[in-house]
Nanobody
Framework: QVQLVESGGGLVQAGGSLRLSCAAS????????MGWFRQIPGKEREFVAG????????YDTDSMKGRFTISRDNAKNTVYLQMNSLKAEDSAVYYC?????????????????WGQGTEVTVSS
């Protein structure tokens, strides 16, 4: 069982930066592949980025590549999403998720555990 708690969301101006954190409980955090997703009201949850259990492999969404960076610190049981050059269209609730196995999937159905989300609002 893994419990995930996101933090770091808030209001930021366009062009600004935020770093989201996702703290995980459980001693097996280091064995999970992690992902960040986001959801705009009325739309489906979409994949943002994923990272392997060891941190040596990442999978970024083309539209966000170069602006968003996922990383993890297994010693702190935490995964991060650094978001730079934010745009109004990045406004959403951001969720972290964990899945067993080494494959980094962009599909929500592949993830076993989810956090409650943290809201990001980018003002233009």
């Amino acid at each position: 069982q893994v419990q995930l708690v996101e933090s770091g969301g808030g209001l930021v101006q366009a062009g600004g930066s935020l770093r989201l954190s996702c703290a995980a409980s459980g001693r097996t955090f280091g064995s999970y592949t992690m992902g960040w997703f986001r959801q705009i009201p009325g739309k489906e949850r979409e994949f943002v980025a994923g990272i392997s259990w060891s941190g040596d492999r990442r999978y970024d969404t083309d539209s966000m590549k170069g602006r968003f960076t996922i990383s993890r610190d297994n010693a702190k049981n935490t995964v991060y999403l650094q978001m730079n050059s934010l745009k109004a269209e990045d406004s959403a609730v951001y969720y972290c998720a964990a899945k067993a196995g080494s494959y980094i999937s962009s599909a929500t159905s592949r993830y076993d555990y989810w956090g409650q989300g943290t809201e990001v609002t980018v003002s233009s």
